[in-house]
C-alpha cells in the first residue's frame, strides 16, 4: 500500500531541491531566440534526461560512487562548479554558444543536469531509497520523484507564453538575473562540498 505521507514528503523535498519555478529562468534564458516547438521538445528532453539520472542513481548510485572511489561531497563539489561555468555564460553574455550547439546539447547539459537532477536531488533521493522498506515506500518514492518531474516538465512548458511577452528586452534582464542565480547556487554547493572534506566526509 502506497505510504502518503512519504510520497507528500518526497515531493515537497525534491520539489523545494529542484525548484521548478527557479527553473523557469534559466530556461528561457537558454532557449531565448529558438522556436516554441524546439523550445517545448528541449523542456521534454531535459526533464526526459533527468528522470533518468535521478531513477540511475536510485537504484546503483552507491554502487556507482564506491566503484569509483566518488564521494557524495565530491559528486556535489563538481556539480556546483560545471553550473558555475554555465553562470558565468549567462552573466557575460556568452549564452549564445550554448543555444548554438545542437537541442539536445541543452537538454543533457545544462538543463537536464546538473540543473535538474544535480547533486542535492540525486543524494536525496538515493537517502530516500536507502530507507525503502516495503513494496508501498518503493513505489510511494517513485511516484514522488515522477510528480516532480511532470511538476518541472509543466513549468518550463508553460513559459513559453512568458518569453513571448517579455521580448528581447526582458529576456536579457531575465538572463542577467538567471546568471546570478544560478551562480549563487552554483558556489553554495561547492562551499557545502568544502565543508563536507574539511569536516572529514569525503
Not at 13 to 35: H, K
Request: glycine share 10%.
Amino acid at each position: 500500500m502506497i505510504d502518503a505521507v512519504l510520497l507528500v514528503e518526497v515531493f515537497v523535498t525534491l520539489f523545494v531541491i529542484m525548484d521548478p519555478v527557479g527553473t523557469v529562468p534559466i530556461f528561457l534564458s537558454l532557449t531565448a531566440g529558438r522556436s516554441p516547438a524546439t523550445a517545448r521538445r528541449a523542456a521534454w528532453q531535459a526533464v526526459s534526461v533527468s528522470f533518468l539520472v535521478i531513477t540511475l542513481f536510485a537504484l546503483f548510485g552507491q554502487q556507482i560512487l564506491n566503484y569509483l572511489h566518488i564521494s557524495l561531497p565530491a559528486l556535489q563539489c563538481a556539480g556546483g562548479l560545471l553550473l558555475l561555468l554555465v553562470a558565468l555564460e549567462l552573466l557575460t553574455g556568452k549564452q549564445h554558444e550554448l543555444t548554438a550547439s545542437a537541442d539536445a546539447n541543452i537538454a543533457l547539459v545544462p538543463l537536464g543536469t546538473p540543473l535538474l537532477a544535480g547533486p542535492g536531488a540525486i543524494v536525496a533521493t538515493m537517502l530516500f531509497v536507502q530507507d525503502i522498506g516495503s513494496v508501498g515506500d518503493g513505489l510511494s518514492v517513485a511516484l514522488g520523484v515522477l510528480g516532480v518531474h511532470l511538476a518541472l516538465w509543466g513549468a518550463m512548458r508553460y513559459s513559453l507564453p512568458i518569453l513571448r511577452l517579455i521580448r528581447d528586452g526582458g529576456v536579457l534582464l531575465v538572463t542577467r538575473i538567471a546568471g546570478l542565480l544560478l551562480s549563487a547556487i552554483a558556489v553554495q554547493l561547492v562551499a557545502n562540498a568544502v565543508r563536507a572534506f574539511i569536516a572529514g566526509e569525503g
